[in-house]
């Protein structure tokens, strides 16, 4: 991985953080995408490696599509190229809450921010190709469906089902984001990285903070999280694959409704408009 640049979202901690661990170890040029500077700077300082540029750090609110747009252009003027690009950031929301935006959280955090901070940063990522764009979805997404007339919650709001629904469209929009870069040189996959013992797994389990014993007893470790992230960024075994869903660095089939080649369009027009980008 020496020389090839990864931006990664949400590296403060859980998954993200042992994702970019793993990657400096290999020699990467990081960029941390993270909501406080005061974190990511410390996270910088921890992983740095004598071998590698110490990571550079970029704070961002990715509810905020505003912020987004400002994170794009600094990650641009720091990298014109972009080898690997990890959309990792999300929360779960147990109740409604709207963005600045007025977006529904979970929606626009786990969801619109993949959709906006990639589309914005594609041409960084088709001027390095082959590059590699990995979005962390979830198992949770089997089961789900769109509703295209309430994405946002309004008539009725689960934290649970809505959680799901974003994963789904992380699926989806893999799917669809696969079929539109044929040819282009960079592959776009996502992954489901278990079950695992972070902050937003304790929010979803209404149990205590993440890093407690009774946490850690319902999920696996941080750096078995972040396994199929790694491989999915640096494997040779997976140069040319794209539009997969990968389950312990295997692909395999996931819910029947995330190949509705129909709804990835209708999420990607909808997802057009909510974010202010065109085709």
């Known amino acids: 991985m020496t020389g090839r640049v ?10 993200g953080k ?12 990081l960029l941390l995408v993270c909501r406080r500077q005061a974190d990511g700077d410390k996270v910088a300082s921890e992983i740095s490696r004598p071998q590698s540029p110490s990571p550079d750090v970029v704070a961002a609110d990715l509810s905020s599509q505003s ?10 003027n720091l990298h014109p190229q972009i080898h690997v690009l990890v959309n990792n950031a ?3 929301r147990r109740r409604r809450e709207l963005t600045s935006d007025g977006l529904e959280q ?3 955090v786990n969801h619109l921010a993949y959709f906006l901070l990639t589309n914005l ?13 990995i979005n962390v979805s979830s198992g949770a997404h089997s089961g789900s469906h769109l509703d295209f007339a309430d994405l946002q919650g309004e008539r009725g709001y689960d934290g649970s089902r809505a959680y799901s629904q974003s994963k789904l469209a992380n699926i989806l929009f893999t799917y669809e984001l696969a079929r539109r870069l044929r040819g282009s040189g960079v592959t776009v996959n ?11 797994l304790a929010n979803y389990m209404g149990i205590p903070a993440a890093g407690g014993a009774l946490a850690r007893t319902f999920g696996a470790k941080p750096e078995k999280g972040a396994e199929t992230i790694v491989y999915l960024a640096s494997s040779p075994e997976v140069a040319g694959i794209s539009g997969k869903y990968f389950v312990d660095k295997r692909p395999v089939t996931s819910s029947r409704e995330s190949y509705d080649e129909a709804a990835a369009r209708r999420l990607w ?11």
Request: glycine share 10%.
């Open 6 to 15: 990864c931006v990664i979202t949400g590296a403060s901690r859980g998954i």
């Open 190 to 200: 996502c992954l489901h990285p278990g079950v695992i013992a972070t902050r937003l």
């Open 67 to 76: 912020e987004i747009r400002r994170a794009a252009a600094l990650i641009g």
């Open 106 to 108: 979970q929606f626009a």
């Open 269 to 279: 027009e909808v997802s057009e408009q909510l974010t202010g980008l065109s085709s």
């Open 121 to 133: 940063l594609l041409d960084r990522l088709k001027e390095a190709a082959p590059s590699r764009i």
């Open 90 to 92: 999300g929360v779960f």
């Open 18 to 29: 042992a994702s970019a661990e793993a990657l400096a170890s290999l020699g990467a040029s």
